[in-house]
């Protein structure tokens, strides 16, 4: 009989935050972000968003695992707070509250936050939101 051993290798840090943050400074713009993560048929998570840069050029990020969540919190932030307000568990999807800010793109708000949102709208148009 031989011996097996299942070696765990740690994950390496996911770098989804920086990845994100980097392409909003940039200008691109996530056009599409589906509202759950999706498990595929073998148990694993999946997500993924569409990105759209100023030159209309288009492409998508997929994450599978622990990647998919990070990724699927990320980009379901306030934008006026920073809070992640869509988690797993039911209590946080009750504070989601999509803002379209045009026909393309949609903004994520707390609820104690919406307020402050539609006064920048009122202040500076829906320009404001727009990069």
């Known amino acids: 009989m ?4 299942v ?3 740690p994950s390496a840090p996911s770098n ?3 990845l994100i943050h980097d392409l909003l400074n940039k200008k691109y713009r996530l056009s599409f972000l589906p ?3 999706i498990y595929m048929n073998n148990g694993i998570e999946y997500y993924y968003i569409e990105v759209e840069g100023i030159d209309s050029s288009r ?3 997929n994450a599978y695992g622990a990647e998919a969540e990070d990724l699927f919190e990320e980009v379901h932030r306030c934008v006026i707070c920073g809070r992640s307000i869509c ?3 039911e209590e946080n999807k009750k504070g989601l509250i999509r ?3 045009d026909e393309n793109r949609s903004l994520f708000a707390e ?3 919406i307020n402050l949102l539609k006064k920048l709208e009122i202040a500076y148009g829906k320009e404001f939101f727009i990069q």
């Open 7 to 9: 070696i765990h290798e």
């Open 87 to 89: 988690g797993k568990n």
């Open 2 to 5: 031989t011996t097996s051993a």
């Open 99 to 101: 803002y379209q800010a």
């Open 59 to 61: 492409f998508i990020i």
């Open 16 to 18: 989804i935050k920086k």
């Open 111 to 113: 609820a104690n936050c």
């Open 35 to 37: 509202e759950k993560v």
